[in-house]
């Protein structure tokens, strides 16, 4: 079974700068999830995603972050502009579980950012 | 509160010994509680996971140690290897339509050859 593919692997861009993450689940997974993991810190949750619905982005910041499921697979996180401070590794996740439990995630291998 | 608190933040053993590593939580409603582990330029992948319902868990050298009372569970590594040095996050599962998972702070475990 392919896991969770993401790209690309590593970006570094300025800051004011616009970038976008690329995330494909594994398949038949119905919720997906994006996480930012600052260096030295556990993974936090931006954007959750079932289906294609946000569930949950209490944690996103609306401004300059954005995130889109087209057809329900795919995935696709925006920073525009982007700041210092997000440089950090993004990671996508997805689980299998249709009603949203999300109770094993497998995650993938993160795209790491750098704002310069 | 969402919270969950990780101890120690790094911690180095010996081949063959025990990693001990702790959590504790303040959300009551927290109802699944995994381990994960990363290595360096990897996602974090479940190692093992226990529901509160429970006081221990075991799979292989891997033992979750749950005390509901207190709000606090532990990751024991039994028999550690150089293999098992990596990042190992606890995390708590909320309840609730959304099903958050938090994150620990993590903690880098170094096994001595």
């Known amino acids: 079974e392919a896991g969770v593919a993401q790209s690309p692997r590593y970006k570094i861009i300025e800051k004011r700068q616009s970038v976008a993450f690329w995330c494909n689940p594994i398949?038949?997974?119905?919720?997906l999830y994006w996480y930012q993991q600052i260096l030295g810190q556990g993974p936090k949750l931006l954007i959750q995603f079932q289906n294609n619905g946000v569930v949950d982005d209490s944690q996103l910041p609306k401004d300059r972050f954005s995130a889109e499921r087209l057809k329900g697979v795919d995935s696709t996180l925006k920073i525009q502009p982007a700041k210092l401070e997000d440089s950090a590794v993004y990671l996508c996740?997805?689980?299998?579980?249709?009603?949203?439990?999300?109770?094993?995630?497998?995650f993938g291998p993160g795209t790491r950012l750098l704002v310069l | 509160q969402q919270q969950v608190k990780q101890s120690p933040q790094s911690l180095i053993v010996q081949k063959g010994g025990i990693s001990i590593i702790n959590c504790a939580y303040e959300?009551?409603?927290?109802?699944?509680f995994p381990w994960y582990q990363q290595f360096p330029g990897k996602g974090p992948a479940l190692l093992i996971a226990?529901?509160?319902?429970?006081s221990e868990k075991k799979e292989g050298r891997f033992t979750i140690s749950f005390n509901k009372s207190a709000k606090q569970f532990s990751l024991h590594i039994m028999d550690s290897q150089p293999g098992d040095s990596a990042t190992y996050f606890c995390a708590a599962l909320g309840a609730g339509s959304a099903r958050q998972l938090t994150f620990g702070s993590g903690t880098q475990l170094t096994v001595l050859p």
């Open positions: 226990i529901r509160p319902d429970v």
């Open positions: 959300n009551t409603a927290f109802d699944y």
């Open positions: 996740a997805s689980s299998f579980d249709s009603s949203g439990k999300g109770e094993t995630q497998y």
């Open positions: 398949s038949g997974h119905a919720t």
